[in-house]
């Protein structure tokens, strides 16, 4: 008999008797006799219950404890209703997280037997998944480890409330409601090879319009497989004694966990962005923590750089939002920064005071972890110097002054495809004096149908558009998948406050466009507020125009841009980009629109338009003013024999095409 098959034999049988005998007992009381502890010791919560009056995690845990007890039952009532798994059971699964710290801070009769009625309705579901192999067997991605990690989490914040009887029932509805279709879409995912074909299931069949006939690849080497390995791992700790196939199920979580691991750079930097980090981190850590905890057999501060993935957030950090929140390098579908409590306890880990101060600086709270493992006192040291410029080993470019709100930010974009991916290689994104002057936009579309869907394309992205259209991408019939379109790093010279780099994107058009002989992009970073972007594009046979986007920021609709011959102005109320255009081939900067409907947006931008030619050099000089009327410094650019002189402000720099990377020389 396979191990497919094994995973295949369900086990335990469930009893869905009720839950209303269970005694209301206070909920630091032990686990009984014999279980392992997946989440906390009762000595911890004394600083869990300091955790709720921090700083950080105070506003979050305010509105958690103003929910009453009878809040859990409404999103129950109208998830029964509603069958509906993908919204309505994660607002359940949701409600009982807040509610269970909550009960462990707080407890209270009235919300414990809330907590218990929950259980009892949860387990007797008859499964916690919207996902299928061939039709009718479940599978479990995110909702049914979800509901696992949640409901082990219940089990020990109630503690002795949680009688024998129940104890064993809700781990039978664990196991099998949770453990085997986690195990089963793990061991998909290992195996694509033997799978029928997954798919939604019936209700949930118009959520996405994708196949998922390569879905197993796919979601078997991104931020997806550690969700169901995590839970999948929790799991086979709370049955050991319990259910015979926790062994194995141990077994398989642990060699997928080291599998995810993998898909980290050696420098800690990961290819989906920030918040898959973020996810891939709070789905998978809880497992590493109680593995080390309880099993112990296992190095797993050897299996990636998780100092390096300190570093990699540090980065990615620009600034703070207009709502005070952390703001983010957002390269692909990446909306906001890590959570507190795991950045906390790979600071723990590692002895990393780095980790301790991203934590307590430029986290974003969100889940029950970050009460469990932040940390407010611990000894912590800002990011340093060597991370003002850096360049990672998936060839993203990031600049800064510093990690102030008002500090200047300078990122750009160059590297491999990735899951969540857009078609953004060589885009460039630049925040100054609080204002993202050259937006990465948030909220693109996961779906191919909904007219957001545009806002992944290189049209939406500050780049370059080659007759009109941008590189390689995806269709959207897979979902979110990678694309073909690479991009590689040919110079990169840092000299502190001068940096510039140059990046060859020809092959992410030549897919598309079999003229495209070339298309270079280099950028110059002067700090604070200088950037010169030099665009070189080459053409086999035909000639075609070229078109070199710049969006600002316009979320609030106070975004506005004006044109004056070759010169051109960005504007948000804080900060103004000037700008300057210089070419071979007479390119002008014009006014221009992403074209999607009103409802999905306004999304004006400048662009550089360079007409009908064989070979363009098109050099955009950027000078950043704080202010809404701030006049522009001295900008400009003048021809020379073998290139270009370019003044703006106090720099000034010569740049000399090549069949390669131009030559840049600061003067």
């Not at 906390?40 to 009453?68: C, G, H, M």
């Not at 100054?432 to 936009?441: K, M, S, T, V």
């Not at 210089?582 to 662009?607: H, M, W, Y």
Request: charged share 20%; hydrophobic share 40%; net charge negative.
């Amino acid at each position: 008999m396979t191990r497919r098959e094994l995973i295949r034999i369900g086990g335990s049988s469930l009893l869905f008797a009720s839950l209303a005998s269970a005694g209301l007992r206070a909920s630091s009381s032990p686990l009984p006799r014999g279980s392992n502890r997946l989440f906390f010791e009762p000595e911890d919560i004394p600083q869990i219950r300091a955790n709720t009056k921090s700083a950080l995690l105070s506003p979050l845990y305010q509105q958690w404890v103003a929910s009453p007890p009878s809040a859990l039952q409404a999103t129950l009532d109208k998830f029964e209703v509603s069958g509906e798994i993908v919204r309505d059971f994660a607002a359940v699964l949701f409600e009982l997280e807040h509610s269970l710290i909550v009960q462990l801070v707080e407890p209270t009769p009235p919300r414990q037997a809330s907590i218990l009625d929950a259980l009892a309705r949860v387990i007797a579901r008859p499964h916690w998944d919207y996902f299928r192999d061939g039709g009718t067997e479940v599978i479990g991605i995110q909702r049914a480890s979800f509901a696992t990690v949640r409901l082990l989490f219940a089990r020990e914040v109630l503690g002795d409330a949680i009688t024998p009887d129940l104890s064993s029932r809700l781990l039978d509805a664990i196991a099998e409601k949770g453990c085997l279709p986690c195990a089963r879409t793990v061991e998909d995912m290992d195996h694509p090879e033997t799978v029928t074909g997954w798919d939604f299931d019936e209700q949930h069949a118009g959520f996405y319009d994708i196949t998922m006939e390569r879905w197993p690849e796919i979601l078997g080497a991104n931020n997806l497989r550690a969700a169901p390995t995590g839970a999948l791992g929790l799991g086979a700790i709370a049955l050991q004694g319990h259910d015979p196939r926790a062994d194995e199920w141990l077994a398989a979580a642990v060699a997928s966990t080291e599998r995810f691991l993998k898909l980290v750079s050696p420098d800690g930097s990961y290819f989906e962005g920030l918040s898959y980090l973020d996810y891939s981190l709070r789905t998978c850590l809880p497992f590493i923590d109680a593995h080390r905890r309880n099993i112990g057999d296992v190095n797993w501060l050897e299996k990636a750089n998780f100092d390096g993935m300190i570093d990699y957030v540090s980065t990615m950090q620009m600034g703070r939002t207009s709502s005070g929140d952390p703001d983010i390098v957002n390269f692909s579908d990446a909306r906001r920064s890590m959570m507190a409590g795991p950045l906390s306890r790979i600071g723990e880990y590692t002895n990393n005071s780095l980790a301790h101060w991203n934590a307590q600086n430029i986290s974003h709270p969100f889940f029950f972890y970050d009460f469990l493992w932040y940390r407010p006192n611990a000894p912590s040291t800002p990011p340093p110097p060597r991370l003002l410029n850096h360049r990672n080993d998936l060839n993203w470019i990031i600049c800064r002054t510093g990690w102030a709100a008002d500090d200047a930010v300078l990122a750009f974009k160059s590297g491999a495809p990735a899951n969540h991916e857009h078609a953004d290689r060589n885009h460039i994104t630049f925040k100054a004096h609080g204002e993202r002057l050259l937006q990465d936009h948030f909220g693109a579309a996961y779906d191919r149908r909904h007219d957001g869907w545009k806002m992944r394309l290189t049209d939406g992205h500050n780049a370059i558009l080659i007759g009109g259209k941008g590189h390689q991408y995806v269709d959207g019939i897979h979902g979110t998948n990678d694309s073909k379109a690479y991009a590689n790093i040919l110079q990169y010279e840092d000299h502190g406050d001068h940096v510039w780099w140059t990046s060859d994107a020809s092959s992410a058009y030549v897919i598309e466009n079999n003229h495209v002989h070339q298309v270079l992009r280099s950028v110059l970073y002067a700090k604070p507020g200088i950037i010169i972007v030099a665009d070189q594009i080459r053409f086999r046979y035909r000639p075609q125009t070229v078109d070199a986007r710049f969006f600002p920021d316009n979320h609030d609709d106070l975004a506005q841009l004006k044109v004056n011959g070759p010169r051109f102005t960005l504007s948000r109320p804080h900060a103004q980009l000037h700008g300057l255009v210089a070419s071979d081939t007479n390119a002008q900067p014009r006014v221009a629109r992403l074209e999607v409907k009103p409802e999905t947006g306004d999304f004006p931008c400048i662009e550089v338009h360079s007409p009908v030619a064989l070979t363009h050099h098109i050099f955009t000089v950027l000078a950043t003013t704080a202010g809404p009327d701030s006049p522009a410094p001295n900008l400009k650019v003048t021809p020379q024999n073998t290139g270009w002189k370019i003044t703006a402000g106090d720099c000034n720099v010569s740049i000399t095409p090549t069949t390669f990377a131009p030559k840049i020389r600061l003067l």
